[in-house]
């Protein structure tokens, strides 16, 4: 790995068209990171079995292989310029746990995301998970349902935009803390335990909700609980969004009391000071 003369900058977030809902080349993405000034970008993709998503495939996968070997040629392209890392974004489920762990065995990942995009096998994004449930209820199952689904072993590095069913259903905002803070709980002191670590991810900002996911009741209860392992990333889908409120959330986890952000080498975290 070079270590580039700029400003250290990452971006840990991104999709490219080897994702269902990008269009975007690779190469394209990482031209655009490198005229912004991104020095460390790596590309997690969408795995997501059984995701259940209107005008969709059931299962979001693609080519894994070539995808590490588009990654490995532009590495090697641009390795003066930008530091490009293999990542992909695994969708979580309790009766896939197997299943994913499989996957991210069978390719030389740097980093995993481990997201939960489906609660009960009803994707968010259309919303129908929320039909089946009143508010408090739908928060307690989102949690109850990814600490299920962390109960076995997966290598993943971080877990993905945690409150993301806010951007679907800004209102769950009000489901006051003390209704899920208990399993969060549960949650946090096993990632932490495993040496794993959470994400800020900018994407809710483009949902209109004016705040990441997670947002800062649940990074203040990381940060609280002594994890210190964070990645920042911009969830961008196409270039527009690459770094995405990156000085803006630097200083937010600094206001917080974080020292660092991290990213990931081949499943190991490396530090940066913030
Ligand atoms: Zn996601
Ligand atoms: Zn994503």
């Avoid at 991104?38 to 993709?45: E, K, N």
């Avoid at 039909?131 to 109850?144: L, M």
């Avoid at 991810?201 to 009741?217: D, E, I, K, S």
């Avoid at 080498?265 to 490396?270: A, D, G, I, L, Y």
Wanted: a negative charge.
């Amino acid at each position: 790995m070079h270590t580039l003369k700029r400003k250290f900058m990452m971006d840990f977030h991104t999709h490219c068209n080897y994702s269902p809902d990008s269009d975007t080349p690779m190469e394209d993405m990482i031209m655009a990171a490198i005229q912004i000034g991104i020095t460390d970008l790596a590309f997690t993709d969408h795995v997501d079995i059984d995701a259940d998503i209107d005008n969709y495939p059931q299962d979001w996968d693609f080519d894994r292989n070539a995808f590490e070997k588009d990654i490995f040629s532009m590495q090697e392209k641009y390795q003066e310029k930008i530091n490009i890392y293999q990542g992909l974004e695994v969708g979580v489920q309790p009766h896939l746990i197997e299943k994913n762990a499989e996957i991210v065995k069978g390719n030389q990942y740097d980093f995993v995301i481990a997201s939960l995009h489906s609660v009960e096998k009803r994707d968010l994004y259309h919303k129908k998970f929320f039909e089946h449930h009143n508010d408090i209820e739908a928060v307690q199952i989102y949690y109850t349902e990814l600490e299920k689904s962390l109960r076995k072993p997966m290598d993943f590095s971080v877990l993905g935009h945690l409150d993301l069913y806010l951007r679907y259903k800004p209102e769950l905002k009000n489901v006051a803390a003390k209704h899920y803070d208990d399993i969060v709980h549960v949650i946090f002191k096993k990632i932490i335990e495993d040496g794993k670590g959470i994400e800020l991810n900018a994407g809710g900002f483009r949902y209109g909700l004016n705040q990441n996911n997670p947002g800062m009741t649940l990074l203040k209860l990381y940060k609280e609980m002594k994890g210190e392992v964070i990645t920042l990333g911009s969830d961008a889908h196409s270039p527009k969004y690459l770094g995405s409120n990156y000085k803006e959330n630097c200083e937010l986890l600094k206001s917080i009391g974080f020292k660092y952000v991290t990213t990931f080498k081949k499943m190991k975290p490396v530090f940066h000071k913030l």
